[in-house]
């Protein structure tokens, strides 16, 4: 049964890339961006993942009705919410804050279950599914202890019983959707699928938690896209939805010495102090390492006086425009990402929601050279080409 097809996928852009903690900022902002975006995609109707921090949740609680009725005027649809970001997400420097409050934490609980709420109301009537995409548990370091993992794995569980009365009290089934980043506690496939076999194995977890495969992600850790959904799907592991995002590649091996500092040089540019830029090494032995940061590693070369460390290739968590398929000496993962649009042409429904989200959330913090554009032209250009896409797999 083929699942991914222009009729059956949703597909939207995930509002994280615009500034605010507010409500009132949220919907300035979808009307400043996001129906310009629509109408330049030529879309009567743009899909919207909304970004919705802990400050505006708490407003909503009272206010579901009437930011629905927004949302309806300008035929704008919300089908999926991003849920990784707690709080402010465009403050000077985010870096490890993403990851706070961790999934042990009851915080993060009662957040994601406020977001559930919200969804339910939120969704168009004909539609029965909304998935919220949250982090994986943690950033991997000393506070990931085994007393914290279970607990985490138990605060999953109480929300999957939850999750479950939201569906027997209003027909909408809720899916969060686990999304694995490179440095947390789960970064790899294999993290995943050990996660769900030990903390999430019952049926009723699996309707309710699944997994948010961000491809720039994957691509970092050099995972196969086809492997890694595949191994998900074999284990009986839901994707709740598909983050659509690419990374930054730098084949070093490719390129003669004065070429890769030219590169180098480029790469500076992304170097930018707000966000994580996590760099999947593929070293001169062809081993695997993650470097936490893209300054740091940076860094690192230039002591050495040797530009790339003798590596193969580094791919960096940075999410450039995902038409984009090279520029200067660098290139994108945009491969992975038709790699990944390929296999969900080929599974069944019940084992992806068919929630495509576009996820460039650091249109602001690229180099100038790279924004020629205003902010709604180039999010329209992400929509109309992963529409075309989809379109040409069915």
Known sequence: MTHLNPASATIGYCTNVHAGIDLASICNNLEEFA???????????LGVGLWIPAQAAGELTDGVD?????????????????????????????????????????????????????LTQLLPEEENTGSISTLPIAWSDGKASDENLAKAGANMRELA??????????GKRIVLAIEPEPGCVLDTTQDVVDWFEKE????????????????????????SQQDVLSRLVGAGVMIGKVQVSNAIIADWQSMAVGRQREAISQLSEFAEDRYLHQTGRLKSDGTFELAEDLPALLRNAESKGEPVCGDQRWIVHFHVPIFLERFGHLRTSQDDTLECLRFLNQIQ??????????????????????????????????????????????
């Open 161 to 170: 019983q939850k999750l479950r009365k939201i569906e027997e009290s209003t």
């Open 200 to 223: 999430l194995p019952e049926t009723e977890h699996r309707r309710y938690l699944g997994v948010c495969h961000d491809i720039c992600h994957s691509a970092v850790m050099m995972e």
């Open 349 to 394: 429904a019940a084992e992806f929601t068919g929630h495509l989200e576009v996820e460039t959330y650091a249109w602001t913090v690229l180099p100038h050279s790279m924004r020629r554009r205003g902010l709604s032209e180039d999010i329209a250009h992400e929509i109309s080409w992963l529409r075309d896409v989809v379109s040409d797999m069915a």
């Open 66 to 118: 009437r930011f629905r009725t927004f949302l309806d005027e300008r035929r704008l649809r919300a089908f999926t919410i991003n849920g990784f970001p707690y709080d402010n997400f465009h403050q000077p420097i985010v870096k490890h804050r993403v990851y706070s409050p961790a999934w042990w934490q009851p915080e993060r609980l009662n957040y994601t279950l406020r977001l559930a709420n919200i």
């Open 35 to 45: 129906i310009p975006a629509r109408d330049a995609s030529g879309s009567d109707e």
